[in-house]
Every structure is written in C-alpha cells, then in structure tokens.
C-alpha cells in the first residue's frame, strides 16, 4: 500500500531549525520526484519545495530560499527538509507528496497526512 508519512514537526523557537521526514512505504522515493508543501489556517496551499528524480535538481519558494535545504536519503527511502532561521510566518502544516510525473511542475498525486511546524511570535 502506498504511503506517506512525515514526521520532524514541532514547537520552535524563531531563528530555530527543525528537520522534517518523508518517508515512503510501498513505492521507491528514489524513482519519483517529491515535493513539499504547507498549508496555514486561512490561507491556500504553498508548494515551497520540490527534488526531482536524481537528486540533483531542487526548487524553493522565493520564502524559503537560502533558508530550507531539501534532500534524499535514498538507503532510508526518505526525503527530508531542513528548516533554518525559522520565522513566525513559517508556521503551517507541511505535507509531502509524490509527483505525478517526473518534473516539479506537473501534478502530485500521493499526499501524507502532514506535521504541523509552529513557530513562536
């Protein structure tokens, strides 16, 4: 059965870091690419990154450049996203999905359940 879960959210203080997990059960991370979105009370779902098949060729969100880093850890079936110099307007809750495709920018078609990530004001 195909499955995402993320896990690594939490309370932080601002300028904090916290590192998010997705991790995949029934399918290989390592032959899809995998984005990350959030989503906070009253507003509309933000993709605010994404890993391409191979690795090597990541987006962000112009909020979160220079700020969150993303990643494969292909051996753990798992992408994370690393969080740094948290703000305030960080907080929502994050999701993890499959792609549909093997670009950033076509659909995702697979979503976990989300964790929520609050930072402090």
């Known amino acids: 059965q195909l499955q995402l879960v993320e896990s690594g959210g939490g309370l932080v203080q601002p300028g904090g870091s916290l590192r998010l997990s997705c991790t995949a059960s029934?399918?290989?991370?390592?032959?899809?690419?995998i984005g990350w979105f959030r989503q906070a009370p009253g507003k509309e779902r933000e993709r605010v990154s994404c890993?391409?098949?191979?690795?090597?060729?990541?987006y962000y969100a112009d909020s979160v450049k220079g700020r969150f880093t993303v990643s494969r850890d292909n051996g753990k079936n798992t992408v994370y996203l690393q969080m740094n110099s948290l703000k305030p307007e960080d907080t929502a809750v994050y999701y993890c999905?499959?792609?549909?495709?093997?670009?950033?920018?076509?659909?995702?078609?697979?979503w976990g359940q989300g964790t929520q990530v609050t930072v402090l004001s």
């Open positions: 999905a499959r792609g549909s495709s093997g670009t950033c920018s076509a659909g995702f078609d697979s």
């Open positions: 029934g399918f290989t991370l390592a032959y899809w690419t």
């Open positions: 890993i391409q098949i191979g690795t090597h060729t990541t």
